[in-house]
């Protein structure tokens, strides 16, 4: 009985646990984030500078920021969690990808010319 | 004894720590932390940018339309190779390791374009556009533009660079066999640095080039 045990041990896959296969469900995903992925990068594109699209006006500095931010913070979350498969990943591992990003807001807050 | 004991009663290479392969584990240890060195240098950027009286150069300016659709084309390139490498895992695990080496070739061939892109974008800027970097010459705006650019997207740079030579090695070893379609966890490791080096590549794409 103990040999079965250690026998099933040394044929364990560890793979075998990766339970967001799920990929055949994602592999229609992987395409759309992979469309949103390439829409994002032609706003962002044109939002510094509408003219390149033949638009003959300039948006406001503050849009500009904020929305180029925030498209990237997008892009880079589909990205972790469609490619990376942080979708499907254990609680453990998201909380080791989200190391980063409190280091990351840690110094904008730290670093940030507070007066102007 | 006892620390050889204590060594042997851990997980081995392919066993499993925290409910996922150590492999798996060991590239998200490494990624963390190399997403923390990457967020110095864009926080070093920053603070340059954000000095008094920096005079620092509007990107969209400095680099012109034409530099700045050249690099979303670059940007373009690395997210279609990072939807190939997502391709061989699928392709893998539907067993079929020809269409995953296939896949591989074309995520290599796209890591090697943006290289090629890149080496052209800094020949120009330094041939052309900042002669300061390799002559005495001075120039209207804070050169810390120029130091930070290049090394930001230097070091990027040679994230891919180590990127494509991994994915020729898994290329390689889907085509002499010793990847089949039951290593799965190899070509996802792998996957892990590409779609990370993809991820670094869009906010230094924004912060650097479009804001």
Not at chain 1, 24 to 37: D, F, H, I, S, T
Not at chain 2, 125 to 140: M, Q, R, S
Request: hydrophobic content about 55%.
């Amino acid at each position: 009985m103990a040999t079965h045990k250690a026998a099933d041990a040394a044929h364990h896959d560890p793979n075998a646990g990766w339970g967001w296969l799920g990929v055949k469900g994602l592999y229609n995903q992987y395409m759309w984030v992979w469309l949103a992925l390439l829409i994002f990068t032609a706003i962002e594109v044109v939002i510094p500078e509408p003219a390149m699209i033949g638009l003959d006006f300039h948006f406001p500095r503050l849009f500009v920021v904020s929305s180029l931010i925030v498209i990237a913070l997008v892009k880079t979350w589909l990205v972790a969690w469609y490619y990376m498969h942080l979708i499907a990943e254990r609680p453990s591992i998201i909380l080791v990808a989200c190391c980063p990003f409190v280091f990351s807001l840690f110094l904008t807050i730290g670093l940030f010319p507070w007066r102007f | 004894m006892a620390t050889h004991d204590a060594a042997m009663a851990g997980p081995g290479p392919g066993e499993e720590s925290l409910g996922v392969t150590n492999g798996k584990l060991g590239m998200w240890t490494f990624l963390v932390m190399d997403a923390m060195t990457f967020a110095g240098f864009l926080a070093a950027y920053a603070r340059l940018r954000w000095a008094p009286g920096s005079n620092w150069p509007l990107p969209i300016e400095e680099f012109g339309p034409v530099g700045i659709q050249l690099t979303a084309l670059n940007t373009f390139i690395l997210i279609c190779s990072s939807v190939s490498m997502v391709h061989v895992l699928a392709e893998q695990l539907r067993g079929n390791m020809v269409a995953a080496r296939k896949w591989m070739a074309v995520t290599v061939i796209g890591g090697l374009i943006f290289l090629g892109i890149q080496g052209f974008e800094w020949t120009h800027l330094i041939l052309d556009l900042w002669p300061f970097v390799y002559t005495d010459a001075t120039y209207g705006f804070n050169q810390n533009f120029a130091a930070t650019f290049f090394s930001l997207t230097g070091f990027h740079g040679l994230h891919v660079s180590v990127g494509v030579i991994y994915n020729f090695i898994l290329y390689l070893g889907i085509r002499n066999g010793k990847i089949g379609p039951e290593d799965t966890s190899i070509t996802e490791i792998a996957g892990l640095y590409w779609h990370f080096v993809d991820l670094i590549w869009i906010l230094v794409f924004t912060f650097v080039y479009l804001i």
